[in-house]
C-alpha cells in the first residue's frame, strides 16, 4: 500500500488460491454452498484491496500544495509588516513564531494525511492483518500443524 501499488508476493498467493477453488469438483449442495460463500468472500476481499490501493494514492494535486504554501508564505510575510519597533523584540517574536508554528503545523497535518500508509506513527497499521495471523498460527499450533505452505517472508515453499 505504502507504494501505491499491488504486492507481487500477495497476487501470487492469490492467483495460487483461485486457481486452486477452480480446480475443486463439488459433489454435494453443502459444498456448492460453502463453494458459492467463499466466492462472495473473495470478491469482497478483492474489492477492499482496490479500495486500499485507491485510497493509498495521493489526493491533494501539486497545485493545492502551491497555492497552500504560497498562502503560508504570505501569511508569514504579512506578519513581518506588524514589526513594530517600540514593542520589545520577545513579543514580536513570540506572535511570528505562533503564526509560523501554526502554519507549518497546517501543512504537516494535510502531508500525513495526504499519505496514510507511511510507516510513521499514527499511520494505517496491518492491525488486523496481525491478529489473523495470530489466530491462524495460533489453530495451527493446536491443531499440530507445523508445517506451511510457505517460508517465513511469505514466498511459497518449493514442493
Not at 470478491?43 to 479500495?51: A, L, T
Not at 497546517?106 to 488486523?128: C, H, M, Q
Amino acid at each position: 500500500m505504502r507504494d501505491q501499488r499491488e504486492s507481487p508476493l500477495v497476487a501470487l498467493w492469490l492467483e495460487r488460491l483461485e486457481r486452486t477453488a477452480d480446480n475443486v469438483e463439488l459433489e454435494t449442495e453443502k459444498q456448492s454452498i460453502a463453494y458459492g460463500h467463499w466466492l462472495t468472500v473473495a470478491g469482497e476481499r478483492r474489492d477492499g484491496m482496490r479500495g486500499r490501493l485507491a485510497e493509498a494514492a495521493p489526493f491533494v494535486p501539486s497545485m493545492v500544495w502551491l497555492a497552500l504554501l504560497h498562502g503560508g508564505s504570505l501569511l508569514v510575510a504579512y506578519m513581518c509588516f506588524y514589526a513594530d519597533p517600540r514593542e520589545p523584540w520577545l513579543v514580536q517574536a513570540t506572535m511570528m513564531g505562533t503564526v509560523t508554528a501554526m502554519v507549518v503545523t497546517g501543512l504537516l497535518v494535510v502531508r500525513f494525511l495526504d499519505k496514510p500508509y507511511e510507516n510513521a506513527s499514527g499511520s494505517i497499521k496491518p492491525t488486523v492483518m496481525t491478529q489473523t495471523l495470530a489466530g491462524i498460527a495460533g489453530e495451527s499450533a493446536a491443531n499440530g500443524v507445523t508445517a506451511f505452505p510457505c517460508a517465513d517472508d511469505g514466498r511459497p515453499r518449493q514442493t
